[in-house]
């Protein structure tokens, strides 16, 4: 069982990045699926998660309209759209699922990925 979170990378302010997360030896349909962000110095915040049937997803108030969360079931794979991007979204990004419902406090999620750096910097 295991979740790989990629996409990362470095990128100018005012640009994009579309991170992903896989999902190995078990289905994602059924979990609720969050992506987090810890920058240096900071605890891990919750930035955006998506739940396993319709209904609206969550986003962090600091990331609402330039950020994206969307699920592929067919694929396994749970994608964040980030536009927009500012130097304080630099962090490494983790997704993480479960099967509770949509929530962002990290103690309830089971599953993590390893986590894939972004850098916002000219």
């Known amino acids: 069982v295991q979740l790989k979170a990629f996409g990362g990378g470095l990128v100018q302010p005012g640009g994009f990045l579309r991170l992903s997360c896989t999902a190995s030896?078990?289905?994602?349909?059924?979990?609720?699926v969050g992506w987090f962000r810890q920058a240096p110095g900071k605890e891990r915040e919750g930035v955006s998660c998506?739940?396993?049937?319709?209904?609206?997803?969550y986003y962090a108030d600091s990331v609402k309209g330039r950020f994206t969360i969307s699920r592929d079931n067919a694929k396994n794979t749970v994608y964040l759209q980030m536009n927009s991007l500012k130097p304080e979204d630099t962090a490494v990004y983790y997704c993480?699922?479960?099967?509770?419902?949509?929530?962002?406090?990290?103690?309830?999620?089971?599953?993590w990925g390893q986590g894939t750096q972004v850098t916002v910097s000219s």
């Open positions: 993480a699922a479960w099967l509770g419902g949509i929530i962002v406090h990290p103690d309830e999620y089971d599953y």
């Open positions: 030896g078990f289905t994602l349909d059924y979990y609720t």
């Open positions: 998506i739940g396993s049937s319709t209904g609206s997803p």
